[in-house]
């Protein structure tokens, strides 16, 4: 018997940050699709010890929530554990302590659920990394924006600094 690939999830966009501010996707959310995911390769923060997160948008883009978000990453480093949350947030902290250094790069999956609904939008995720100690690290994502206002972009940014990296936008009907 021979391997298929699945073909659930449609690529609909491509991002390849070299030192950018952030990375939108904006104008791809529409009833078209009921999940998205998105794959990260190789993310590199320009600064050390920072944060990656990410905010929703209503307006495609011209605006980005501040307000609303709830999330948590519970995470394993080699020989420790532990979780980060919180209840009410500016935005979805994706995972923090990333190491600035190519050696040490970021990749993630993270599955997005009730976007262009009047329901919270929630994310769900996986991250493996080597943090700034040089420790390997894995994180599960978890998020939601409480609003009720179709969430129709989002945006990724580090705390502080810049990005490099593969950023991979997929449509799909099934999980």
């Not at 078209?32 to 010890?49: C, E, P, Q, R």
């Amino acid at each position: 018997m021979s391997y298929k690939p699945r073909k659930d999830y449609s690529l609909l966009s491509t991002q390849n940050a070299s030192s950018a501010s952030s990375v939108s996707f904006t104008s791809l959310i529409s009833s078209n699709f009921s999940v998205y995911k998105i794959l990260v390769n190789n993310l590199v923060h320009v600064t050390d010890n920072t944060n990656l997160l990410l905010t929703f948008s209503t307006d495609n883009g011209s605006t980005y929530l501040s307000a609303n978000y709830k999330w948590s990453n519970g995470w394993q480093a080699t020989g420790v554990s532990g979780s980060n949350q919180s209840a009410s947030d500016s935005s979805i902290r994706i995972y923090d302590s990333a190491s600035n250094t190519t050696a040490n790069a970021n990749n993630l999956i993270l599955y997005f659920f009730n976007l262009n609904t009047t329901l919270p939008a929630q994310i769900f995720g996986d991250n493996v990394q080597y943090n700034r100690l040089g420790g390997l690290a894995s994180y599960k994502i978890y998020g939601i924006n409480t609003g009720t206002t179709a969430v129709n972009a989002i945006k990724f940014t580090s705390s502080s600094g810049n990005l490099t990296g593969d950023f991979y936008f997929y449509g799909s009907n099934v999980f």
